[in-house]
């Protein structure tokens, strides 16, 4: 019966008749409803244009919130994602379509702690390799100065870069330009001077200011500088990123409690969080409470960590503070030489021992300390003294205790980093991010697969204050990747540390996708709002 008939057979006068046809009378409504359902949201995005410039189809997306992933399309126009979900009517003309079935479909990873010289090499391909499309640079209190900063954002306009690049100010370049230099007591208009560049910076764009306080001139700050700075931080809701003043796991409490009072006035992070010497997993506990006490007490502290448990920099790590610059060395070697031999052999032997240093850069890049005092016939502490001094040479240091570096990267407020560039002789740089998802998600199943896709990309972008990435969602950029996670590898190792992550099909950088032969940069230079 067609629901004309219906209609015409039936006498509303008659209660019989309405009776008679009362079961048709439910199809008749549900028919009507049928047809006036709301519009899909995927048709209302595509209701004006149903063109698209990417569409990733039949993948399985893991948002970077955490959630459990789903099976959805991805559609973007520009720069931006425009829908995330299930399509309804109308099929999007896609000039790209991208198949992803049996693959996941993630946002692009953000490294918070990055280093490289992108003036002279910005095309990062160690990093985009791993999936990651946005770095941070300006680390452990060294940047460019901030009298360049125009300057230098014109000449990485003009450059290009494969990842976007985001910038902090470093305390120890502040110290410098200010005429602070390597005073431990400055004078207050040298500290103005300070204060002064430190607000220019921010009216620039940079996302915050890093310390390294184990280095110089960073050592040499006090309390009092270092918490009138994180005020002017604190004023425009930026954060201190913070290579803490010693990490060595004697004074690593103290040192993040001096962080923690800066964390009074702003927001501020733990750059490579370790223990150097400390072991076990109850340890990384007692180090996780102290940031969970400072959180308890109103402050706002983050840390990332890199998964490997060799740290990397320059051997003045383990001269002592009266060895280093500004202190000439030769005169120290002449005036203190049997005390600095004592100091090196009980620093190193705390470390692990000489066979734990891997020298990474010059003559001996490639053994150890031991191998190279066996090989002059000294002993170590003499080598460091003779052969290297505290500037110039790097080296890897095996002082890290896997349980205890495991239990903090396991905790839900600290995320990844690589600490690592191009030419860095270790790993990490070309390796950190494939090895999360190699290593810890996959083999060792030390979080899942969204929670490890979390501290890569929301993470990182809601700490550092990223309102336009880290998500995938509708009106985010499209950073995007694309891959199977049981084919992610990294075949990076120390002894040969320059090997690029494989495994990830496509790596999409503001709506640009990366492989294309014909795309000479996909990045930007991403300044923070003021």
Not at 50 to 71: F, R, Y
Not at 431 to 450: D, M, P, R, T, Y
Request: proline share 5%; with cysteine; hydrophobic share 35%.
């Amino acid at each position: 019966m067609s629901i004309r008939s219906f209609l015409l057979g039936m006498n509303v006068n008659n209660p019989n008749s309405l009776y008679t046809y009362r079961p048709f009378i439910g199809l008749l409504l549900l028919i009507c409803l049928s047809c006036t359902s709301p519009v899909s949201e995927a048709d209302k995005v595509l209701a004006d244009s149903a063109e698209v410039d990417m569409w990733i189809k039949g993948g399985q997306v893991i948002d970077g919130t955490g959630q459990a992933s789903k099976q959805a399309e991805v559609l973007t126009r520009g720069e931006r994602i425009i829908f995330v979900g299930k399509l309804g009517k109308i099929a999007p003309q896609a000039k790209q379509i991208i198949e992803a079935e049996g693959m996941v479909v993630t946002p692009g990873f953000i490294d918070p702690h990055a280093h490289g010289r992108p003036l002279e090499d910005a095309s990062f391909p160690n990093f985009l390799a791993q999936g990651v499309t946005t770095i941070f640079l300006g680390q452990d209190g060294s940047s460019p100065k901030v009298s360049e900063l125009p300057t230098w954002r014109e000449q990485l306009a003009h450059s290009g870069s494969g990842p976007n690049i985001g910038l902090f100010i470093g305390h120890g370049t502040l110290r410098h330009e200010s005429g602070v230099g390597f005073k431990k007591d400055p004078d207050l208009g040298a500290l103005q001077n300070m204060y002064e560049l430190l607000e220019q910076a921010l009216d620039f764009g940079v996302w915050g200011m890093s310390t390294g306080l184990e280095y110089t001139p960073g050592m040499y700050a006090g309390e009092e500088e270092l918490q009138a700075l994180a005020q002017i931080l604190g004023k425009k809701d930026k954060m201190i990123m913070s290579h803490i003043r010693n990490e060595d796991d004697d004074q690593l409490d103290k040192s993040l409690e001096e962080l923690i009072s800066q964390g009074k006035f702003c927001r501020v992070h733990v750059s490579h969080m370790k223990s150097v010497y400390g072991k076990g997993k109850e340890r990384g506990r007692q180090l996780l409470s102290v940031l969970a006490r400072a959180r308890e007490e109103g402050g706002t502290i983050t840390a990332d960590v890199y998964p490997y448990t060799a740290s990397y920099t320059t051997l003045g790590i383990v001269f002592p503070e009266w060895a280093r610059p500004p202190n000439e060395f030769a005169r120290v070697l002449r005036s203190r030489r049997q005390e600095l031999g004592d100091y090196l052999r009980m620093r190193v032997t705390k470390r692990n021992g000489p066979a734990a240093t891997l020298i990474s850069s010059g003559t001996y890049s490639g053994r150890t300390l031991e191998q190279v005092a066996t090989e002059k016939g000294m002993p170590f502490e003499k080598v460091l003294m003779e052969e290297f001094g505290p500037t110039g040479t790097s080296a890897a240091y095996f002082v890290m205790n896997e349980e205890l570096q495991e239990t903090l990267l396991k905790d839900s407020l600290v995320m990844v980093s690589s600490d690592g560039s191009p030419t860095m002789q270790h790993p990490r740089g070309y390796g950190s991010f494939a090895k999360i998802i190699e290593s810890f998600v996959i083999q060792n199943q030390v979080f899942s697969l969204e929670e490890g896709i979390r501290k890569m990309t929301s993470l990182p972008a809601q700490t550092i204050g990223i309102v336009d990435r880290g998500t995938l969602q509708a009106g985010m950029k499209a950073d995007i990747l694309v891959f199977n996670p049981q084919f992610i590898h990294t075949p990076a190792t120390f002894e040969s540390p320059h090997q690029l992550a494989v495994g990830m099909d496509h790596v999409i950088i503001n709506g640009k996708w990366v492989e294309s032969k014909e795309l000479d940069r996909y990045g930007k230079l991403l300044l923070s709002p003021n």
